[in-house]
């Protein structure tokens, strides 16, 4: 079984770019995580879906921060514009209905220069 | 969620048990314990949970004590491959869905 698919591996801007990460989840899981890894810390959630509807927004920076889900399956997350601040690793992640185990990507990397 | 406490780092011979503690003395009769694992460069990593009683598969066993206040996380034969961020989580089964994690367990195994 394939696992969830995130792209790109690595980014790096200059500030003020924007900048745009996909997600592709494991098939059939309806929930949807993006979270946030700054350097030595733990994820942080940003936003989670709930097959295409956002039901938990609320630690998404949304000044510059916008993702979606559009059909409930692929999601992009994009950062415009970006600061410096915001390199960090994003990490997506889906679960199945009718269970809460959490299967993650291998994140995107972003360094804002 | 409760909050949880962990050994910032531990260390741990090829082949012998790992054993990572964790401390959540303010879980609520309803939390479950999760546990997942990060390897560098990686994203989390399920690796079991519980709510009481003690469970194992094939990646680890998960004692919780009596009063539910504290648990441990053995990794019977720990290899190098098991060299990781353990992250030890308590929340609510529920529709809310958050993973908090904390700062984790830096687990070295060594040759």
């Known amino acids: 079984e394939a696992g969830v698919v995130q792209s790109p591996r690595y980014k790096i801007i200059e500030k003020k770019q924007p900048v745009a990460f996909w997600c592709n989840p494991i098939s059939g899981h309806n929930t949807l995580y993006w979270y946030r890894q700054n350097l030595g810390q733990g994820p942080e959630l940003l936003i989670r879906y709930e097959n295409e509807e956002a039901v938990d927004d609320s630690q998404l920076p949304k000044d510059r921060f916008s993702a979606e889900r559009l059909k409930g399956v692929d999601s992009t997350l994009k950062i415009q514009p970006a600061e410096l601040g915001d390199s960090a690793v994003y990490l997506c992640a889906s679960s199945p209905p009718e269970t809460e185990t959490q299967y993650f990507g291998p994140g995107t990397r972003l360094l804002v220069l | 969620d409760a909050k949880t406490t962990q050994p910032t780092s531990m260390d741990c011979a090829e082949g012998r048990a790992a054993n990572l503690p964790c401390n959540h003395s303010?879980?609520?009769?309803?939390?479950?314990v999760y546990w997942y694992r990060q390897i560098h460069s990686q994203g989390p990593q399920y690796i079991i949970h519980?709510?009481?009683n003690n469970e194992t598969n094939e990646m680890a066993s998960l004692i919780i004590t009596e009063d539910r206040k504290s648990s441990t996380l053995i990794l019977p034969h720990a290899t190098l491959r098991d060299t990781a961020v353990y992250y030890c989580?308590?929340?609510?089964?529920?529709?809310?869905?958050?993973?908090?994690f904390g700062q984790g367990t830096t687990l070295q195994v060594k040759p």
């Open positions: 303010t879980i609520s009769g309803n939390e479950y």
């Open positions: 989580i308590v929340r609510v089964s529920s529709n809310t869905g958050k993973l908090i």
């Open positions: 519980g709510l009481k």
